[in-house]
């Protein structure tokens, strides 16, 4: 019975995009109201057993089907003409940030990162601007706050008053763990330079009252986290999901852009992280924290109230960066009609000011469910949705643990999935003591239990499980790359801190990027990059799970359905 019903919800989702079209087709404009109540029956048909009352990501198929309420009246942008790519609906959510395929440079190694951290840090002379779950405690990192110590020291010793500013955010209960821990390594800088360094420490508010006087330390971790992994220095941006720890500059597999010479982009990210800051724990010289005047507590005063403030602040954040790049694509647009003034084209060249024409395009996905904003979430499951036949998706995630809705657009769409995932020995939790030592385990359980519905509804050959495997290492990669029908290179990727898994979505904190290029030669990058990770893999298969080292106890089979929504 159980397998029938898994059967029947992953039949229906896939009858669920090929529906919204058909009707969709007949819809006229303008009316979203007909519109959303198609969504809200396409819901009922994918999604049976799913109860919860919440507006569904096919709704953001409604900007396709009328023109958005622009903030900025003007012709379509020039920038991205109708047909350059597809998804020029992700703009009508957050902002399109259009550059030059030149500016995206691909990282391959955890290496590479931590020079580029150090190089990037030593050149800055406006801004640094680090958003990591922690800083670790090490010798490389270590090093790193002393680059920082030195470029803030050469910034006070010129001339007038210091042009450089520093500010870090970071998770309270993971930075705060131990006795030597990120913020013992980053009050010295405090100490030393304090107009020009701020160190945030976001709470999260769903750990209050006595569940915080109960959950040791650790184990508080669970509840909710900082997770965004953003690094930009002046206007180059570095987008990841590697922390600032030894292993993520050492032997710990994960993803890195350099997004170069991208002002508006660095602006953004900015205004993210300090609009973040303003609702988090401020870390003072004496290794106290408070709260900013007048700002509500995250875990002493209302609740309902922070995520309000927090929900606001994060959301002017994206709604102005959004009014800023409507209002430069219609000046674009109207500098580059035919009509308009000749001498102003060429003062523009003169002066160096004039960009090359965009040829890729940069979207920031936001997701915090504990502030209501789940931009993110409504993206990645729209692109899944609409994948079409004989397109594949590369997906990977270092925790193996898809939200159900994740799973049935899986099961139940047509295109092709290639998902890469650690094996036990890879994962960052493989060998550790006590409970979290039994976390490998929990996953192989998970894993089984996906690779068993995908053999029970025939679909090994259009969904196939890869696991990561390198001797020495462990793997945190995350994201997906989507290659269109007859395409050898992926046009979008995503790249960022979430993992797809039920934290992603529903308790931490979580930015990613989708770049999107027609550039030939960044998609032969972001192709590499993929292959490069799936190398280093082997196909999942029946026998896969009858090995000696996947064998799982009976207890975490017991206790996986009571907690795999904390990990």
């Not at 029938?4 to 087709?25: E, F, Q």
């Not at 010798?139 to 680059?147: A, D, K, M, S, T």
């Not at 106290?288 to 606001?312: F, L, S, W």
């Not at 594949?392 to 939200?403: A, D, E, K, S």
């Amino acid at each position: 019975m159980a397998a029938r019903k898994r059967k029947a919800r992953a039949m229906a989702a896939a009858g669920g995009a090929a529906l919204w079209r058909r009707l969709s087709a007949w819809l006229p404009r303008g009316r979203l109201g007909l519109a959303a109540l198609l969504g809200r029956l396409s819901d009922r048909l994918s999604r049976g057993r799913d109860r919860r009352a919440r507006r569904s990501s096919w709704l953001l198929l409604a900007p396709l089907l009328t023109p958005p309420v622009p903030v900025v009246t003007a012709p379509p942008c020039s920038l991205c003409p109708e047909g350059a790519h597809r998804f020029q609906w992700i703009r009508n959510l957050v902002p399109e940030f259009g550059i030059s395929s030149s500016h995206v440079k691909v990282l391959s190694s955890p290496a590479e990162f931590y020079e580029l951290l150090k190089v990037q840090i030593k050149a800055a002379k406006q801004r640094v601007v680090m958003a990591s779950l922690y800083l670790g405690t090490g010798l490389l990192e270590q090093e790193l706050v002393y680059c920082l110590e030195e470029t803030l020291e050469k910034s006070l010793q010129a001339k007038g008053s210091p042009d450089l500013k520093v500010s870090i955010l970071l998770d309270y209960t993971r930075g705060s763990r131990g006795r030597k821990n990120s913020r013992t390594m980053l009050i010295p800088l405090l100490q030393r330079f304090p107009e020009q360094v701020r160190v945030s420490l976001f709470h999260t508010p769903n750990l209050r009252g006595l569940l915080r006087l109960l959950i040791p330390e650790r184990f508080n971790e669970t509840i909710g986290l900082q997770h965004i992994k953003v690094y930009l220095f002046d206007d180059n941006v570095i987008v990841s999901g590697a922390n600032l720890s030894h292993l993520y500059f050492t032997n710990r597999q994960d993803r890195y852009v350099l997004l170069q010479d991208s002002p508006e982009i660095a602006d953004f990210f900015t205004e993210l992280v300090d609009a973040i800051g303003d609702v988090s724990l401020q870390l003072q010289q004496d290794d106290t924290v408070k709260m900013m005047e007048g700002m509500v507590h995250p875990y002493q005063g209302d609740k309902v109230a922070y995520c309000e403030i927090a929900n606001r602040r994060v959301m002017e954040v994206i709604n102005s960066a959004r009014t800023r790049q409507e209002r430069l694509h219609a000046k674009t647009f109207h500098s580059s009609q035919p009509g308009s003034s000749l001498l102003s084209q060429q003062g523009s060249q003169a002066s160096g000011s004039l960009k090359p024409e965009p040829d890729t395009w940069i979207y920031p996905l936001i997701q915090m469910k504990p502030f209501g904003i789940q931009i993110d979430e409504m993206v990645t499951e729209t692109l899944l949705t609409e994948a079409e036949r004989d397109a594949r998706i590369y997906l990977t995630t270092g925790y193996f643990n898809l939200t159900q809705a994740y799973m049935d657009l899986i099961l139940g769409t047509r295109a092709e999935y290639r998902i890469l995932l650690a094996s036990p020995e890879v994962n960052g939790f493989f060998g550790a003591k006590g409970v979290a030592g039994a976390i490998p385990a929990a996953y192989v359980y998970i894993e089984h239990q996906f690779y068993s519905e995908v053999c029970y509804l025939q679909q090994q050959e259009r969904v196939q499980l890869q696991e990561y495997s390198r001797a020495g290492w462990t793997f945190h990669a995350k994201g997906l790359w989507l290659y269109l029908a007859g395409s050898d290179l992926p046009c979008l990727t995503l790249i960022g801190s979430p993992n797809f898994g039920y934290r992603s979505v529903h308790r931490d904190l979580e930015a990613q990027v989708a770049i999107v290029t027609e550039n030939k030669a960044l998609q032969q990058q972001l192709h590499q990059e993929q292959e490069q990770l799936y190398l280093c893999s082997g196909v999942v298969s029946t026998s896969t799970f009858e090995q000696p080292n996947r064998y799982v106890k009976l207890w975490v089979k017991l206790v996986v359905p009571l907690i795999k929504n904390f990990f």
